[in-house]
């Protein structure tokens, strides 16, 4: 199965500053790579879709980036409700669409 | 308003077959496109993708889990069955549908429920 590794596994921060999340594919993706937060007891919500595009309702301060094997999820300006645990995604390799193991981002 | 609810026994034995349920509403898998997916959770660990049915009937299932799981849909109720045999005690977690889109240019879940625990014990 194609492989996504996350860096860091876990990041420290504080509100305002700026933190950038690296996922990595064992080969190219094409730019079919999600992000996704999940809050401490919630389920996963949907940030980014194909590489870059953001999804409805998340704020402007997140962004994603990249191409073929290397993909960024970058959060300006943090936000207290914005640590959380952050997971990619691969929607290129049928069947199995992995995720990444995940980086927790902490105060 | 898109809500999904997964249901199912919080409890299994070792070798049972564990049976889910994800009920949804505020849209349809006959609609091109749509489709569910089901997503699982070890505690304390990573997400892990376990198997999509899509509106017309295709169906995806995790590699390393293929021979274990069935998924299927009965548009009618509007809900989706996951099945999982011969559960293990590794098979712990918490349990989650989601809607997805699928198209030539993206796949993901943009609604989630809020998921079910399994604890496989004897």
């Known amino acids: 199965d194609l492989q996504l590794t996350q860096s860091p596994s876990s990041l420290s921060a504080s509100v305002g500053d700026r933190v950038t999340i690296t996922c990595r594919a064992s080969?190219?993706?094409?730019?079919?790579l999600n992000w996704y937060q999940q809050r401490p007891g919630q389920a996963p919500k949907l940030l980014i879709y194909a590489a870059s595009r953001l999804h409805g309702g998340v704020p402007s301060r997140f962004s994603g980036s990249g191409s073929g094997t290397d993909y960024t999820l970058t959060i300006t300006s943090l936000q207290p409700e914005d640590f959380a645990t952050y997971y990619c995604?691969?929607?290129?390799?049928?069947?199995?669409?992995?995720f990444g193991q995940g980086t927790k981002l902490e105060i | 308003q898109v809500t999904l609810r997964e249901s199912g026994p919080a409890l299994v034995k070792p070798t049972q077959t564990l049976t889910l349920t994800c009920t949804f509403s505020g849209f349809s898998l006959t609609t091109s496109e749509m489709s569910v997916t089901w997503i699982r959770q070890p505690p304390g660990k990573a997400l892990e993708w376990l198997a999509r049915i899509d509106w017309d009937d295709d169906k995806y299932y995790s590699t390393s889990l293929k021979t274990r799981l069935t998924i299927s849909k009965d548009t009618s109720k509007n809900q989706v069955v996951l099945t999982m045999t011969n559960m293990d005690p590794v098979d712990t977690g918490t349990y989650y549908c989601a809607r997805s889109l699928a198209t030539y240019y993206y796949y993901y879940m943009d609604v989630w429920g809020k998921g079910t625990t399994v604890t496989v014990s004897s």
């Open positions: 995604q691969q929607s290129y390799s049928t069947p199995s669409y992995t």
């Open positions: 080969q190219n993706i094409r730019n079919y």
